[in-house]
Each structure stands twice: as structure tokens, then as C-alpha cells.
């Protein structure tokens, strides 16, 4: 890593060392807020579906339906262009 960074350094991408360890954690400190963000709204949803009580998909149902999707992906991406 302490070579990465002096090549960055050296190629003229950063000024410092210290500009280019500040730049990598605002990085990580964005990865990391979007990272917890996305927990977050994923427990929100599953809350709502442990507390909802209207009648849910039967399960064959929504794997037919996945597997009419894929294969409808799948044979578009086979077509001739």
C-alpha cells in the first residue's frame, strides 16, 4: 500500500502522501455512511413486512414469475442485433 500511495504521489495525482491517505477515507467514510444507510432502510422494510398482515405471494407464483423474467433476459441478450 505504502507503495501505491508514493506512486500516486510521484505521478503527480496527489501533492502528498497525506493528501492521498485523506482522500482514501473520505472514500471509506462515504462507502461506510452508505453502507450503514442501506442497513438501515433494509431494517425498515423488514419491520414493515414482520407487522403487515395482508396476504402475501404464494412462492411458486413469484419463481415463476422470476424465471419467465431471466429467461426473457436471457433470450434477448441471444438475439441477433
Known sequence: MV???RQAVEAGEYAS????VRDA???WTHR???RQQGIG????VWQQAMT???PGVDADEVFDRLEQK???LANSADAPR
Not at 502522501?17 to 492521498?20: C, F, G, P
Request: hydrophobic share 30%; no cysteine; aromatic share 4%.
Open 17 to 20: 502522501n497525506s493528501e492521498v
Open 25 to 27: 477515507l473520505r472514500d
Open 41 to 44: 432502510e433494509l431494517r425498515n
Open 32 to 34: 461506510r455512511t452508505l
Open 52 to 54: 403487515d398482515r395482508s
Open 70 to 72: 431471466y429467461q426473457a
Open 3 to 5: 507503495t501505491l500511495v
